[in-house]
């Protein structure tokens, strides 16, 4: 998983081993036969020059290659399809000018097509995917939801080479180390047999399959649901990719029964410092504070919990739980994790948000967000850096502002809070 308020291949968490789990149902076997797969697209051409300089850096790379445990045919038959690709350099570098609003974003991600496909994908695979959640404990909504968001069902699992791609990032992008820790990671993927170089194929950043696996992501966690032996996430058959979904999931801490968030309603005259993910308390102590569910009565106990303002105070409040932090760490933006939420909802058969989103108004730029940083810093306010990104040491400090000058404190950029600071 692509998005201005998403980047996928970029926030999977990994992590080494992956303990065995043992559940009451019988493997899924899967249908027989050719498993199909992604036709590879082909590498564009490049100079001269960036083919010889990514062939010296393969030449003084292997070393660390071969220290990770990477043997002589692994290295061999991988360098000798790899060549560099212009155009995941293209792509790395390009930055989009404006981003979407949260509600721009999640009206593409819960549109009424992908609701429908989604439908269809249970219905499809229905025994697949009661097995999954039997043995991990994750609600298929869920991991449905996220195939939806990563592959749209399956059907965009991208075509790219990722063995070329990893190398012409690990030579010549801008996060070297990382993507040279994936380039080895998808090398022991090549060398424990689960595929080829020709049919390890993904998105230009090396995410992979049904749900955009990056190559330490799927060490960590992929998983062999079929039995035969591969954790083949790249064929037409889901079964090993939906799987490892809920492999990942279960392994990030999800508590089965909670839901990932409740809407909420919030009292007149209600504390917005309350609100953001450093606070959590029980429903019990949110119902004292005036919040309740947004059709009335007070949040069941699901255990502990915060309030999302993804909007502001002018948007829905979401009271979120456990399971909202299990989610993101398959996708940290939260925008992404409402997207799998609310899919995820609607897949069950319960209705959208109710409270509107505050429609008016678009995103600020880069350049904007900047100037939001850099001026709150200038009055006091340390943002910890002025680089664009909206994260929790720039809310916190647009929190304390906010809070300084009577404006409820709920942390959201907007054009207005950059009018305002203008103005002094």
Request: charged residues 20%; glycine residues 10%; positive net charge.
């Amino acid at each position: 998983m692509q998005r201005a308020v998403k980047l996928t291949t970029l926030t999977f968490m990994a992590f080494s081993g992956l303990a065995a789990c043992s559940s009451p149902v019988e493997r899924y076997a899967g249908p027989s036969g050719p498993t199909g797969g992604v036709t590879a697209e082909a590498i564009p051409p490049a100079d001269s020059a960036h083919e010889q300089g990514l062939r010296n850096w393969l030449a003084d790379f292997k070393p660390r290659a071969m220290s990770a445990g990477i043997n002589e045919s692994t290295w061999n038959r991988s360098v000798a399809m790899i060549r560099y690709n212009p155009k995941v350099i293209e792509r790395d570098r390009y930055q989009a000018e404006f981003t979407k609003q949260i509600w721009e974003y999640l009206d593409g991600a819960v549109s009424e097509s992908r609701i429908q496909n989604g439908r269809a994908m249970l219905a499809q695979h229905r025994d697949l995917l009661n097995a999954i959640e039997a043995r991990y404990g994750v609600d298929k909504e869920v991991v449905v939801a996220i195939w939806g968001m990563e592959s749209n069902y399956g059907k965009n699992r991208g075509s790219t080479l990722i063995l070329p791609a990893l190398a012409t990032l690990a030579y010549d992008g801008r996060r070297g180390a990382f993507f040279q820790q994936q380039f080895i990671d998808a090398l022991k993927i090549i060398q424990a047999g689960d595929t080829d170089p020709m049919h390890l194929t993904g998105s230009w950043a090396g995410a992979m399959g049904h749900t955009q696996f990056i190559p330490s992501s799927y060490l960590a966690y992929a998983v062999d649901f079929t039995g035969d032996g591969k954790r083949d996430i790249w064929s037409d058959n889901p079964a090993d990719a939906l799987a490892s979904t809920a492999a990942y999931l279960a392994r990030s801490g999800w508590t089965r029964g909670q839901p990932w968030g409740v809407e909420v309603t919030l009292p007149s005259g209600f504390n917005y410092a309350q609100s953001g993910k450093k606070v959590k308390k029980s429903p019990a102590e949110w119902a004292a504070l005036g919040v309740r569910a947004v059709n009335g009565g007070t949040v069941p106990n699901y255990g502990a919990a915060s309030i999302l303002l993804p909007a502001g105070a002018q948007g829905p409040a979401i009271m979120i739980f456990g399971n909202f932090q299990a989610i993101s760490r398959y996708n940290a933006a939260d925008a992404y994790v409402m997207g799998v939420g609310l899919l995820s909802d609607r897949l069950k058969g319960k209705g959208g948000l109710v409270k509107p989103w505050p429609r008016d108004g678009r995103a600020l730029t880069s350049a904007e967000k900047t100037e939001v940083q850099r001026r709150l810093t200038a009055l006091g306010y340390d943002t910890q850096g002025t680089d664009g990104m909206i994260g929790q040491n720039t809310i916190d400090a647009l929190t304390a502002w906010q809070r300084a000058n009577g404006l409820p404190p709920d942390g959201f950029v907007t054009m207005s809070v950059l009018q305002r600071l203008r103005n002094g």
